[in-house]
């Protein structure tokens, strides 16, 4: 049981918008940045957005990140075959004596 | 070009030892705090354990408190995770990630992740 909830799935087809959720609390989500990875499969978790809604150089503006109060999301628009992927939401907790704590994941399927 | 590898994983028997490895390059290495992020096989992210840039301030996951040492050797370019005590929960690749900006602790945000070493607990 992971400390922020997210679907195990989500899907949509190529062009579409699809928005994953991402639910925690007031020790994490709601006090500290959230940060979205994304893992193709086989491969290595890469940075997606950090700091709510930030996108590292490289990260095409199709990704996008927002928070409110103890949720945050992922945005992906004009879905294309390769954001197929697993997807993991991420941030800091304060009641757990300075823990990162880690969503379930999120399976992105483009249909 | 930051580079981070992994290697030391294996099979190890329950209630054996392990010691991973995190060869880092392309960063000045003592600058940035460092964690071990784990993934069992089919299942999700874990933060495991998380070291400050000068390796004097160290973090633990309650699940691996007591059984795994995190360290550094900034001359080496180096992190390191001793694991004893294994169990078969242990299973999972292990990464190792870089903090992007902190050295003093980690907050989530890895900018630089390794291509992960496998650690196999079994009998």
């Known amino acids: 049981q992971s400390v922020l909830t997210q679907p195990p799935s989500a899907s949509g087809a190529p062009g579409q918008r699809v928005t994953i959720s991402c639910s925690g609390s007031?020790?994490?989500?709601?006090?500290?940045?959230v940060y979205w990875y994304q893992q193709l499969s086989g491969t290595a978790p890469k940075l997606l957005i950090y700091?709510?809604?930030q996108r590292p150089s490289g990260v095409p503006d199709r990704f996008s990140g927002s928070q409110s109060g103890t949720s945050a999301s992922l945005a992906i628009s004009g879905l294309r075959s390769e954001d197929e992927a697993d997807y993991y939401c991420?941030?800091?907790?304060?009641?757990?004596?300075?823990?990162?704590?880690f969503g379930g994941g999120t399976k992105l399927t483009v249909l | 070009e930051v580079q981070l590898l992994e290697s030391g994983g294996g099979l190890v028997q329950p209630g054996g030892a392990l010691r991973l490895s995190c060869a880092a390059s392309?960063?000045?290495?003592?600058?940035?705090?460092m964690s071990w992020v784990r993934q069992a096989p089919g299942k999700g992210l874990e933060w495991v354990s998380a070291?400050?840039?000068?390796?004097?301030?160290?973090y633990f996951a309650d699940s691996v408190k007591g059984r795994f040492t995190i360290s550094r050797e900034n001359s080496k370019n180096t992190l390191y995770l001793q694991m004893n005590s294994l169990r078969a929960e242990d299973t999972a690749v292990y990464y190792c990630?870089?903090?992007?900006?902190?050295?003093?602790?980690?907050?989530?945000?890895?900018?630089?992740w390794g291509q992960g070493t496998l650690v196999t607990v079994s009998s």
């Open positions: 007031s020790s994490n989500i709601g006090s500290n940045y």
């Open positions: 392309g960063f000045t290495f003592s600058n940035y705090a």
């Open positions: 700091r709510n809604n």
């Open positions: 991420a941030a800091w907790d304060d009641s757990l004596s300075g823990l990162v704590v």
């Open positions: 070291i400050s840039g000068r390796g004097g301030t160290t």
């Open positions: 990630a870089k903090e992007a900006l902190s050295i003093t602790g980690t907050t989530g945000h890895f900018d630089f």
